[in-house]
């Protein structure tokens, strides 16, 4: 077995250390979220956690970890009886990759023998593994979209679910939910941000005799480490001991009045949403006493676990600058301390105001200051929406999300025949597999009236349908496309291809460039809404980098990709071509060629120089003017024809 880098010999992290520590007395808080920039040694400080959490008391032989006091009704390996003598086991900490599969997160029904040999065979998750220890996922950030609404399902409900062909297993799936990120390579998913507990931002630190003594003991562990965790195997000990006292002493720990008061308090003034943000700060201060060895919450307990509780539950103008931090409006120290301060003392200064007491947000302390917009020239509104051509992939796809774009062959759709299974059969065609068994059952000794069926005889239904797609759109917002009327119809454009997009029921993502840079001005989302404001604000003016652009979708498209693999993209550059600032885009136009791509061509006026249609032929896709965007373009042509007439 190989040796973890001890807890104990962690040098300062002293949030993060915190967060987890209150975390495993009451994982009832939720969980942490670990944000930082690479090498860093996050993961190293989360991985060192499980030799530190209490054993877990299991029944003899259950792969769903059954507590022998409570066995889970639901258990696929029950019913158990009453009264088995606990099993106690070292609590586990289960990584969750990134990529993988849902059958390897929720745990894989075997159809084929199933129905083959007539046994009901599940072989457990990666959320089954993880009940009752710690769920782990490094670079929680760039998880599939299918493993997040697992995810999601299990941490919301505390049960695991599958069901293939109406066969269906569930059990009981209850887990600390640690994640970590470098926010660099792109945000979390708001639904899943929400879902941890707690959040910390972790820095290498700036002190020099700090890092140097990280580098030593690095060093020494690398050198020899057994002998490195037996130098620490007293301070693991003290803090394991430390734990399960606090485990012990917190069910008889009361929050008082006076701190509920503040919690409430702090939420409202940072103007949280929901309730939740007031569960875990309350939680936590509680598990603060508890790890203090104190009989009562402080206004320090409450303090510190608004600083962990509160940084990534600021509700957020949808219409911020994405590349605002959320973590991080006050230059780096995470929380507004001022606002904090306030707030605590606010709360200290109106006892028991009644329904109606809380902070006054319309003070010098609400508002955050700052409010400042970003650009000096008022934004153009887009104009009226119209019906657009669909505009999708050329390819056929290979079992995509459903939707109503792009054409896929899949588990949807119209029926287009069967199959014999490439891999695991996913949707049984019963009339199919009943023919194919049917010429063999003289030859198999068919005695009875059953049939004698085999694993060569199953077919899958072969469906052919629309997949629903990611749909990015790369809009040129530079001055040359910025006369007002040009720039009415082009955003007039693009929010008529986003209500298509959500008609179609595609994810949608939106990068602009103008002056000196490309930002992402939303993130790929199913929000059609968040899309449109976006669009609405956008600012316009400046130089032109279509470089820029365009190397700025291939990395959404990239990290995407990661995220999403089953749903193919639709690349949508909306430009006229030109470019004054930045490299050629020639070039970043030929690293995007394996995608699917359409240019809407903006260029207008007496003289045209088509450079759209030469960035068309670089991406290795299609290139359409703007005016023939419309669906019904035929009919408007033929309707100003007749009025000139
Ligand atoms: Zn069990």
């Known amino acids: 077995m190989t040796v973890g880098y001890p807890f104990s010999a962690v040098v300062g992290h002293d949030d993060l250390k915190l967060a987890l520590l209150l975390n495993a007395v009451s994982p009832a808080i939720g969980g942490v979220l670990v944000r930082g920039e690479k090498g860093t040694a996050k993961s190293t400080v989360v991985r060192s956690l499980a030799a530190l959490l209490p054993r877990v008391a299991v029944v003899a032989g259950c792969r769903f970890s059954c507590d022998p006091a409570a066995p889970d009704p639901s258990c696929p390996d029950g019913p158990h009886a009453n009264g088995l003598s606990p099993h106690p086991r070292p609590a586990r900490l289960v990584e969750l990759p990134v990529g993988a599969s849902e059958d390897r997160v929720a745990g894989s029904l075997d159809l084929e ?139 008889a720990l009361a929050l008082p009045d006076d701190a509920l008061r503040k919690i409430t308090a702090v939420c409202a003034a940072f103007d949280v949403e929901g309730m939740r943000a007031d569960l875990v700060m309350a939680r936590t201060a509680v598990a603060l006493a508890a790890w203090e060895g104190r009989d009562e919450v402080t206004s320090d307990d409450v303090r510190t676990a608004a600083r962990l509780a509160l940084p990534h539950r600021r509700r957020r103008d949808p219409f911020d600058d994405p590349f605002d931090d959320p973590f991080d409006d006050t230059g780096g120290q995470g929380l507004d301390e001022e606002r904090l301060e306030q707030a605590l003392t606010d709360a200290d200064d109106t006892p028991d105001k009644g329904p109606d007491g809380g902070p006054d947000d319309g003070g010098p302390s609400g508002g955050g200051g700052g409010e400042q917009a970003p650009v000096s020239q008022a934004p153009v509104n887009p104009g009226t929406p119209y019906r657009t051509r669909l505009l999708a992939p050329e390819a056929t796809g290979r079992g995509g999300p459903a939707g109503r774009r792009g054409r896929t062959t899949g588990e949807s759709g119209r029926a287009a025949g069967a199959r014999a299974p490439g891999g695991r059969l996913r949707r049984l ?217």
């Open 113 to 251: 023998r199933a129905l083959t040999e007539g046994v009901k065979a599940y072989e457990p998750g990666l959320l089954a593994a993880a009940h009752r220890g710690v769920l782990y996922v490094d670079e929680v950030n760039l998880l599939h979209d299918h493993l997040v609404d697992l995810l999601l399902d299990a941490a919301a409900m505390g049960v695991a679910h599958v069901e293939r062909e109406g066969v269906s297993v569930r059990h009981a799936a209850r887990f600390l939910l640690v994640g970590t990120m470098n926010p660099e390579e792109g945000e979390l998913r708001p639904q899943l941000l929400d879902r941890f507990g707690l959040a910390v931002e972790v820095r290498a630190s700036r002190d020099p005799a700090e890092r140097a003594e990280v580098v030593r003991r690095r060093l020494a562990f690398e050198a020899d480490p057994a002998g490195f965790a037996r130098a620490y195997a007293g301070g693991e000990h003290d803090l394991a001991l430390r734990i399960a006292a606090a485990r012990d002493r917190l069910p």
């Open 429 to 645: 065609d019963l009339a199919a597999t009943l023919a194919a068994a049917a010429p063999h059952q003289h030859r198999r000794g068919r005695a009875g009236s059953g049939l004698v069926l085999r694993r060569e005889d199953l077919r899958e239904s072969l469906r052919e349908g629309r997949e629903s797609n990611l749909v990015l759109f790369c809009v040129d917002a530079s001055g040359s496309m910025a006369a007002r009327a040009r720039m009415r119809a082009v955003k007039g454009a693009v929010l008529s291809l986003l209500l298509d997009a959500y008609q179609r029921r595609d994810k949608v993502g939106l990068v602009t460039f103008r002056g000196a840079e490309a930002m992402v001005a939303l993130p790929p989302t199913s929000s059609v809404d968040l899309a449109s404001g976006r669009l609405a604000r956008l600012a316009t003016g400046g130089r032109t980098p279509l470089a820029a652009g365009l190397l700025r979708a291939e990395r959404v498209l990239a990290a995407e990709r990661l995220r999403d693999p089953r749903r193919r993209p639709l690349l949508v550059v909306v430009t006229d071509g030109r470019h004054t600032a930045g490299p050629d885009p020639v070039a970043a136009a030929r690293r995007l060629a394996g995608v699917a791509s359409v240019v809407v061509d903006c260029e207008h006026g007496p003289v045209r120089l088509g450079l759209a249609g030469r960035l068309a032929a670089a991406l290795g896709g299609t290139a359409i003017r703007l005016e023939e965007l419309a669906a019904d373009h035929l009919a408007a042509v033929v309707r100003d024809v007749r009025r000139v007439a």
